[in-house]
């Protein structure tokens, strides 16, 4: 949308330099200068944005005390701007207002020509960045870098690469500019489809993170409230599982697959 934006915009400053022209009040000369500029300034824009971080924060992470969280983050943030030795490392920023804003936020970002996304929240707030990211169908996936600034109440993710609980040092981590490739898994149901950068579960697991909504006001201690909740009143279930070729089937309390190392 954004790109299209441009180009009518674009189209709309061409017509009004042609119809001054056919009037003689400006130079043939000017006009193709105007036109440099106009095109010039469309570059630099978009490189600008491809330079840039995209930040998304969830301002109801972790122990609410986001407002001095954030203004912690914009300082150092502005702090190691300062040593970069390149002139367009900036970012702009949006804060989630809803479930699932990131998704909507990411398309967002990703017209407006960002490739390099900070999430800042917990799992959950990664979980929907990422699910933004493959959802999208302009560019490639792997040409997104995904950082994490994490302030949860669940940080299972960032403990499989070592990345520190901390602002500063996950800041420390991004300015650094070291990069990995990770796979993403996919979760296919018959009405949906969800990808996931950790894990997914089933059985008490997904009963869990489903009742942990309604205790996330609690913060840190809500993952225990929800535990003890779900060791009382869940009840065990059967799963069948197919893989490659061999069934099986049992009563249990969970079933986790993923790609990383760690869960709850």
Same mark, same amino acid.
């Given at each position: 949308?954004?790109?299209?934006?441009?180009?009518?915009l674009?189209?709309?400053?061409?017509?009004?330099?042609?119809?001054?022209?056919?009037?003689k %009040?400006?130079?043939?000369?000017?006009?193709?200068l105007?036109?440099?500029?106009i095109?010039f300034?469309? *570059?630099?824009?978009?490189?600008?944005?491809?330079?840039?971080?995209?930040?998304i924060?969830?301002?109801?992470?972790?122990?609410?005390?986001?407002?001095?969280?954030?203004?912690?983050?914009?300082?150092?943030?502005?702090?190691k701007n300062?040593?970069y030795?390149?002139?367009?490392?900036?970012?702009s920023?949006?804060?989630?207002?809803y479930s699932? *804003?990131?998704?909507?936020?990411?398309?967002?970002?990703i017209?407006?020509?960002?490739?390099?996304?900070?999430?800042?929240?917990g799992?959950?707030?990664?979980h *929907?960045?990422?699910n933004?990211i493959?959802?999208q169908r302009?560019?490639?996936?792997s040409?997104?870098?995904i950082?994490?600034?994490?302030?949860g109440?669940?940080?299972d993710?960032?403990?499989?690469?070592?990345?520190?609980?901390s602002i500063?040092?996950?800041?420390?981590?991004?300015?650094?500019?070291?990069?990995?490739?990770?796979?993403i898994?996919?979760?296919?149901?018959?009405?949906?489809?969800?990808?996931?950068?950790?894990?997914?579960?089933?059985?008490?697991?997904?009963?869990?993170?489903?009742?942990? %909504?309604?205790?996330?006001?609690f913060?840190?201690?809500?993952?225990?409230?929800?535990?003890?909740?779900?060791?009382?009143?869940?009840?065990?279930s059967?799963f069948?599982?197919v893989?490659?070729?061999?069934?099986?089937?049992?009563?249990?309390?969970?079933?986790?697959?993923?790609?990383?190392?760690?869960?709850?």
């Amino acid at each position: 949308m954004s790109l299209i934006l441009t180009s009518l915009l674009f189209d709309t400053k061409i017509q009004f330099l042609q119809r001054m022209f056919i009037k003689k %009040e400006l130079s043939i000369d000017y006009c193709i200068l105007v036109v440099y500029l106009i095109l010039f300034m469309s *570059h630099l824009e978009n490189f600008n944005a491809k330079n840039s971080w995209f930040i998304i924060a969830n301002p109801t992470s972790g122990n609410r005390k986001f407002s001095k969280q954030w203004k912690e983050i914009q300082q150092l943030l502005k702090l190691k701007n300062l040593d970069y030795s390149f002139a367009f490392t900036q970012y702009s920023f949006a804060f989630t207002q809803y479930s699932k *804003h990131e998704i909507e936020l990411v398309e967002s970002a990703i017209l407006k020509g960002f490739r390099n996304i900070i999430s800042i929240g917990g799992d959950g707030t990664l979980h *929907h960045v990422v699910n933004g990211i493959m959802m999208q169908r302009y560019i490639k996936t792997s040409d997104i870098t995904i950082a994490v600034i994490p302030l949860g109440t669940g940080n299972d993710w960032i403990k499989t690469y070592n990345i520190p609980n901390s602002i500063k040092k996950s800041i420390e981590i991004i300015a650094s500019k070291k990069t990995i490739l990770q796979d993403i898994g996919v979760l296919k149901t018959e009405n949906k489809t969800t990808y996931f950068n950790n894990v997914a579960g089933l059985g008490y697991d997904g009963y869990i993170v489903n009742k942990l %909504e309604s205790l996330k006001k609690f913060g840190a201690v809500s993952y225990l409230l929800a535990g003890i909740y779900g060791l009382l009143f869940y009840k065990k279930s059967i799963f069948k599982i197919v893989l490659n070729d061999k069934i099986i089937e049992t009563n249990c309390l969970m079933v986790i697959f993923g790609i990383c190392k760690f869960s709850g």
